[in-house]
């Protein structure tokens, strides 16, 4: 299973780290991506990276904010957040499989394995 951590409550402009561990799961053979989903809204892709590490995506809105890496020995991939932003509240999730985007927009269908998600809350 895959597991997000690292959400919490932080003010606007702060920064955060989120990281993706999987059990029983290997990650090294998939790309793993990081979607959110904010109360009332429909669930979108935010980030996501190659099994290697070498290609990564990320949404318009988080360009220059986010980074996504992944350490394929510690079987982890990490989402580092900064200038955080009150539309950045969400539940944000990882998930393995097939990092997938149309129109510059990363799709969830690609995605197999999927973790529980962390409350990522920004304050104004």
């Known amino acids: 299973q895959l597991q997000a951590s690292g959400g919490g409550l932080v003010q606007d402009g702060g920064s955060l780290r989120l990281s993706c561990t999987a059990s029983g799961l290997t990650l090294i053979n998939g790309a793993i991506g990081w979607f959110r989903q904010a109360p009332g809204k429909e669930r979108e892709g935010v980030s996501c990276i190659s099994p290697s590490g070498n290609i990564t995506r990320y949404a318009d809105s988080v360009k220059g904010r986010f980074t996504i890496a992944r350490d394929n020995v510690r079987n982890t991939v990490s989402l580092q957040m900064s200038g955080l932003k009150p539309e950045d509240t969400a539940v944000y999730y990882c998930?393995?499989?097939?990092?997938?985007?149309?129109?510059?927009?990363?799709?969830?269908?690609?995605?197999?394995?999927w973790g529980k998600g962390t409350l990522v809350t920004v304050s104004s």
């Open positions: 998930a393995a499989g097939r990092c997938i985007t149309h129109d510059g927009v990363i799709k969830d269908y690609g995605m197999d394995h």
